[in-house]
């Protein structure tokens, strides 16, 4: 159950949301997250931490660029786990 409140957690806050969104459509890096955002790179990555720790994002460097991506398989679990918690 902790995992699935933490992912829920992570995914209620509007910016993370936002963020979550734009990373389903594919890889991006900090800094275009922040620029798409109006925001600075520390603060958008303090969110991706949020949801890299929730494990709803994967990330990979290519060079000195970091980019992040959404795990989808996960995401897309995460009805199903709210679900089957609910249950037991």
Do not use: W
């Not at 890889?27 to 990555?45: I, K, R, Y």
């Not at 709803?56 to 980019?67: A, M, Q």
């Amino acid at each position: 159950m902790a995992t699935v409140q933490r992912r829920l957690e992570a995914v209620a806050h509007p910016l993370r949301l936002r963020l979550c969104r734009t990373l389903a459509r594919g890889p991006h890096s900090t800094t275009e997250l922040a620029d798409a955002n109006g925001l600075t790179a520390p603060e958008v990555s303090r969110h991706l931490g949020v949801l890299k720790k929730a494990g709803l994002t994967r990330t990979r460097r290519e060079g000195r660029y970091v980019f992040h991506e959404l795990d989808i398989e996960r995401v897309g679990r995460l009805g199903a786990d709210l679900l089957g918690n609910a249950l037991r």
